[in-house]
Every structure is written in C-alpha cells, then in structure tokens.
C-alpha cells in the first residue's frame, strides 16, 4: 500500500510563516509606489497636469539613463533614485542640466526617482526601467 505524506501542524505553520514573510517584504514597495503614484495623479477637474521638469531617457535603461531638465534647472536640486523594494541606490547632489547615471551595476527592474530641492521638498517623481 502507498502511505501518503502527512505534513505536521508545524511544517504547514512554517511554509505559512514564510509565504507571510515574503509578502511582508514587498509591501514596503506596493505601498511606496502607491504614494508615488498618487503624488503623480493629484489633479483637479479643469486643471491640466503641471509641465515635467526632467526628461529622461532610454526608457528602458540598459548601462545609462539621461536626465535632461526641460525647464526651472536649479544649482541646488538632488536626484535619488530608489530600487523595486524602496531602498535608496543612488544619490546624485547639485544635479547638472544634462545628469548621467550609470546604472550598469543595477539589477533588471523598476527604479523610482525622485528630485528634491535644496531643502528636501519633492518637486517631481517618476519611475524608468532597468533591462538588461
């Protein structure tokens, strides 16, 4: 006779526990790219969406990513750039006109940027991705 493998309450508590630690890591970033998100579709009825003040570019970035301001440059503005699971990677103080980042080193994936002015406020965001 074929005797059937019965997991013990212990092993089914476990594979609960980790399949419960895995979602509880990614939901720092579920709930970073909903503020981003909504941050980006703050508008009211009858106002169009304010002008972007970066442009960036390829997108899907493979070794590099431009980013070209359009208009309102400031000496003082910081890009920092935040991986799928909401951790900073990159930092970039006293952008120029035309940034270049290296993302080389970067793992395949959605990337957020944010740019910040001199004190800290967040003036625009978005997200490019990373393909390798």
Do not use: C, W
């Not at 304010?50 to 440059?73: C, H, M, V, W």
């Amino acid at each position: 006779m074929h005797k059937q493998k019965k997991g013990t309450i212990i092993d089914i508590i476990k594979r609960k526990f980790v399949s419960l630690k895995k979602t509880l890591l990614i939901l720092p970033f579920i709930v970073f790219l909903s503020v981003v998100s909504l941050a980006q579709q703050r508008n009211e009825p009858g106002n169009p969406l304010p002008e972007r003040i970066l442009k960036f570019y390829p997108n899907p970035a493979t070794s590099f990513i431009n980013f070209d301001f359009q208009k309102g440059y400031d000496k003082g503005y910081t890009i920092q750039v935040f991986n799928f699971i909401g951790k900073q990677v990159s930092e970039i103080k006293n952008v120029t006109p035309k940034t270049t980042l290296n993302v080389s080193d970067y793992n395949r994936g959605i990337y957020i940027y944010q740019l910040k002015d001199m004190n800290g406020k967040l003036i625009e965001s978005g997200k490019f991705q990373v393909a390798k």
